[in-house]
Each structure stands twice: as structure tokens, then as C-alpha cells.
């Protein structure tokens, strides 16, 4: 049972590229999130899901966009990296029951230059 | 603006200590309130979750405590060890958040042997 299983762990890219991060989930949970994790500011969350073929934008969604074809995968994408978007991120899976915990994946470390 | 502040940054203390972490958030209308642990280079764990309607939550030597009133919630770990050196992070999800959580921004504990 892999939980919340994120591709790649690391990645280094340079300005104007572009990639794609993978979420991939085995709990079956309707929603699924991307936060990104900077020194000092905390988490801070980027866009969600309530459910397969729906997103919605979260705190700092610029610069990013995500998709939720199939309800296992949550996918991030950096059309045109900046530096900016040097951080830690990480995907999270939620159960739509109420009052339940997020479960959290080990994070991508992405570094631009 | 709704946000979560968790005071001080860092925290050490020697092994066997009782420990209180806090927590505080601006706005009383919570749905519930999450304590994690996350160590370095991973993702986050869930520890606690308190429902809004909860004062407290226990699990093992953790104990979490909310009180809406005062906007307070503290995380209690009893007869520290030095396994539970992490940072540990508080999380609300308020009222009509679809789900979304607000996170402090850590308290990262070393416990001494």
C-alpha cells in the first residue's frame, strides 16, 4: 500500500522550461491538493480537487496549472519555470468523509536556475 | 485575514520533559483543527485532529487540546524522547474552507539526550 506516491523526488530545471509533477494515490480519496513549502513561509497551497475532472485554485496558483483526468492521479504543471518556483512540493489526498486527515506524500524538490 | 500562528520557531529541550507546543489561529469559526509531524526530507504525518465541536484529542503520549474561544490549541507530548525530534505543524480548516487548511508555520522540537 503506497499511499501518496510522488514523481520525480527531484528535478532541476532551467528558466522557461517546462515539466509536469505526478501525484498517485491508492486510498480512493475524492480530494487530492499541491501545496508548495518555502523556508519561512510555511505551506501554502497551490490548487485542489474535490473530485475526478474537477480543480479549483488555492492561495497561490500563479504560474501553475493542474489536472484530474483520472481520480488516482493529480498532476502539476510548469508551462514556463521561473526561479520563483524553486520550493519543496507536496500532494496531499483527503477522504470525503468530514473530519478526516490529509495524508501527505514525501515532497519534490525543484530547483530553477 | 484567517491565519495560524504557532510561537516559538524552535524548542529545545532535554529527554523525559513535558512539552507543551501552541498554537493560535484569528478566527473562531473552525471546522476542525490538525496537528502533524514532519521530519526532515519528508512529507507530513497526520498526529491529531480535533472536530470543532471536541476539546480534546489523545493518542499515546500526545495529547491536543482547542479552546475556540481564545483561538488557542496546544499539543502536549509527554516524557519527550529524542524520536520525537520533528517540526510540528498546525493546521485549521475553517468554516466554509471547502476542505482547504490554513498551517502555522512550525515549531521544530530537538529533544536532548
Known sequence: NAGVTQTPKFRVLKTGQSMTLLCAQDMNHEYMYWYRQDPGMGLRLIHYSVGEGTTAKGEVPDGYNV??????NFLLGLESAAPSQTSVYFCATKSGTDNQPQHFGDGTRLSIL | KQEVTQIP???SVPEGENLVLNCSFTDSAIYNLQWFRQDPGKGL???LL???SQREQTSGRLNASLDKSSGRSTLYIAASQPGDSATYLCA???TG?????TFGKGITLSVRP
Do not use: D, F, G
Open chain 2, 92 to 94: 485549521v480548516r475553517y
Open chain 2, 9 to 11: 520557531a524552535a524548542l
Open chain 2, 50 to 52: 480535533i472536530q470543532s
Open chain 2, 97 to 101: 474552507a471547502n476542505s482547504k487548511l
Open chain 2, 45 to 47: 504525518t497526520s498526529l
Open chain 1, 67 to 72: 489536472s484530474r483526468l483520472k481520480k488516482q
